[in-house]
């Protein structure tokens, strides 16, 4: 099976929520080798967002922007950093069970 990377566009939006959609990607792929990569697209609190990212068990990509919101944008830079062959992108308002990724 090859490494599954899923990646997540997020500003601003609560980091509970974030925390648990990372939890639960590592619940669903714990029999599969697989990466968290969250792109923080310019929140106001980022210290936050990568603290809580690294704790949840996920890199942070923080990128700078004008203020507005790019899923797009957000994506692709989280794409950029990503190394495994299958990649997955979701939404920070996502909770998987168990099973549901594998």
């Known amino acids: 099976m090859r ?7 997020f500003k601003d939006w609560g980091l509970d929520r974030l925390r648990m959609c990372i939890e639960s990607v590592h619940a669903s792929l714990s029999a599969i080798e697989h990466e968290v990569v ?4 310019g929140s106001a609190n980022g210290q936050e967002v990568s603290r809580v990212c690294s704790l949840a068990g996920a ?3 923080t990128l700078a922007t004008d203020g507005g919101w790019s899923r797009s944008r957000a994506l692709n830079a989280a794409f950029g950093v990503t190394t495994g062959g299958i990649i997955m992108a979701t939404d920070a308002d996502m909770l998987f069970t168990p099973s549901a990724l594998t």
């Open 38 to 41: 969250v792109c923080d697209y």
């Open 3 to 9: 490494k599954v990377s899923v990646i997540l566009g």
């Open 59 to 61: 890199r942070c990509r």
